[in-house]
C-alpha cells in the first residue's frame, strides 16, 4: 500500500467529496442519470487516477456510509444492506480495483435509488398521513419543526420535505401556517380572547409576525377580520 504522504494531491482531492451532491443523487436522482452522474462525482476526485488502495477505501467508505444512512430513512434496516453490499469491514474486498471500486459504488447508489421509489409507492401515503397527524396535533407549539416531524414519522428532514411537497403539494412551512391562522380565525370569530392571546395559542410568539402573515394569507389584519365577522354576525 502506497504512502499517502506522498501525494499531497492526492489527499486534496478527496476533500472535495460533498456529502450532500451524494445524499441529493440516492433521495431525489433518477435511476437512468444515476450512474453518468456518480461517475461525475468520482471523477470531481480524480478517482480513476488514484493508485492507493487506501484512498480507494476512504472513498469507498465515505460512500458506503453514506449509503447507508440514506437507505435507512427508506427502512432498510443495517443488516438488509449489509445482506446487498456486505459489512463494513467486508468491504475492502470488493475494492481491489479502480474498476471493481467504481462498479460496487455505482451499484450501491442504484440500489439505493431502487429502494426510495419502492418507499415511496409502497409507503408514501401512510408516511404523510402519520406526518400531518403529527403536525395537526402539534401545530400551536411553536417549536414544532420539519425535524421533529422526520423524526417522529422515520425519515430524514429532507426526504420527508420532498415527499411530503410531492403528496401535498404543499410545503411543511406552508402546511402548519394554514393551520395556524385556520384556527386564528376561529377564534377571532368565537371567543373574546385578545388578539396577542390568540395569536400566542395557535404558535405565534411574536404578534407583529402574526399580524403579517395573517393579512398574508387573509387580506386582512387580525383586528380587521374581527371586526368584520362581529359586524356580520352582530357580536361584539
Not at 431525489?28 to 488502495?53: H, I, P, Q
Request: with cysteine; glycine share 4%.
Amino acid at each position: 500500500m502506497q504512502n499517502t504522504s506522498k501525494h499531497p494531491e492526492a489527499l486534496s482531492d478527496i476533500m472535495m467529496l460533498d456529502h450532500s451532491q451524494l445524499t441529493a443523487l440516492m433521495q431525489f436522482g433518477n435511476l437512468e442519470t444515476c450512474a453518468d452522474t456518480f461517475e461525475c462525482y468520482l471523477e470531481r476526485v480524480k478517482f480513476y487516477s488514484m493508485e492507493s488502495l487506501m484512498l480507494r477505501l476512504y472513498i469507498g467508505m465515505d460512500v458506503y456510509l453514506a449509503a447507508r444512512n440514506v437507505a435507512r430513512g427508506f427502512g432498510i434496516s443495517s443488516e438488509q444492506f449489509a445482506g446487498s453490499f456486505g459489512s463494513i469491514d467486508d468491504i475492502s474486498a470488493k475494492m481491489q480495483t479502480v474498476e471493481s471500486t467504481a462498479s460496487y459504488l455505482q451499484d450501491m447508489i442504484a440500489q439505493c435509488i431502487r429502494w426510495r421509489i419502492a418507499s415511496v409507492a409502497e409507503n408514501g401515503n401512510s408516511v404523510i398521513r402519520k406526518a400531518k397527524d403529527y403536525i395537526d396535533s402539534n401545530y400551536t407549539d411553536e417549536d414544532i419543526s420539519l425535524n421533529k416531524v422526520a423524526e417522529n414519522v422515520g425519515l430524514t428532514p429532507t426526504y420527508l420535505s420532498a415527499l411530503f411537497k410531492k403528496e401535498t403539494k404543499q410545503n411543511f412551512t406552508d402546511y402548519v401556517t394554514v393551520l395556524r391562522i385556520t384556527r386564528a380565525k376561529e377564534l377571532l370569530c368565537c371567543t373574546n380572547k385578545l388578539i396577542s392571546e390568540i395569536a400566542y395559542e395557535v404558535g405565534f410568539r411574536d404578534y407583529r409576525y402574526f399580524s403579517q402573515i395573517f393579512k398574508k394569507q387573509t387580506g386582512m389584519t387580525p383586528r380587521q377580520f374581527q371586526n368584520s365577522t362581529n359586524e356580520l354576525y352582530g357580536t361584539k
